[in-house]
C-alpha cells in the first residue's frame, strides 16, 4: 500500500506505439474514420480499435500527427 498509482502502469502509453504497427500503408491525408479501417484491415485488435476511437475526429497528415493526438489520450 506505499503506492497508489491506480495499477495502470504501462497500461495506456503502449497503445499510441502499437497503433502504428497496424497503420503501415496508409495513405496521407487521412481521416480518423480511413485510420480505423485501415487498422482493422490489418489485424488491430480491439483494444486498439477502441483506442483509435478516442481521437479527434479531423484530417490526420502524416503518422506522426496520429501520434501526438494518442499521446495526448494517454
Known amino acids: 500500500m506505499a ?14 506505439v502499437r497503433i502504428q504497427e497496424y497503420l503501415s500503408g496508409v495513405d496521407y491525408p487521412a ?12 489485424g488491430a485488435p480491439e483494444e486498439v480499435i477502441d483506442f483509435m476511437k478516442r481521437l479527434p475526429s479531423r484530417n490526420y497528415k502524416s503518422p506522426t500527427e496520429v501520434s501526438q493526438e494518442a499521446g495526448k489520450l494517454t
Open 31 to 42: 481521416t480518423k474514420d480511413q485510420l480505423i479501417a485501415h487498422a482493422q484491415e490489418h
Open 3 to 16: 503506492r497508489s498509482g491506480g495499477g495502470r502502469t504501462g497500461g495506456p502509453q503502449v497503445i499510441p
